[in-house]
């Protein structure tokens, strides 16, 4: 199987910077897309940002000019800067990735972290 192993997350004030780390391990043949969700309270979980192998990124509209998502294929590991931060990002934070496991495998399957607490308060 494969592990998502998030950490980072925790208590910082409003207008504040934190950076979460999610490392990939287990049965990975091949590894596509990696991104972030949250889910805040008495919401759906929502994308926040994805990176494809070679770099692409997408981001939800919410998120743009404050949060900077990136990888390092080698660990494998995605990262995501979080800065300027508002209480209304207050959420888990969950990363994904997508995953081939065995080089029979057809298509990737998406496997998902524990999550991580971001509250942002004063």
């Known amino acids: 199987q494969v592990q998502l192993v998030e950490s980072g997350g925790g208590l910082v004030q409003p207008g504040g910077s934190l950076r979460l780390s999610c490392a990939a391990s287990?049965?990975?043949?091949?590894?596509?897309?990696m991104g972030w969700y949250r889910r805040a309270p008495g919401k759906e979980r929502e994308l926040v940002a994805v990176?494809?192998?070679?770099?692409?990124?997408n981001y939800a509209d919410f998120v743009k000019g404050r949060f900077t998502i990136s990888r390092e294929n080698a660990k494998p590991t995605v990262y995501l800067q979080m800065n300027s931060l508002k209480p209304e990002d207050t959420a888990v934070y969950y990363c994904?990735?997508?995953?081939?496991?065995?080089?029979?495998?057809?298509?990737?399957?998406?496997?998902w972290g524990q999550g991580t607490q971001v509250t942002v308060s004063s």
């Open positions: 990176i494809s192998t070679v770099g692409n990124t």
């Open positions: 287990g049965s990975i043949f091949s590894l596509n897309d």
């Open positions: 994904n990735a997508d995953v081939k496991t065995t080089y029979r495998q057809t298509y990737y399957q998406k496997f």
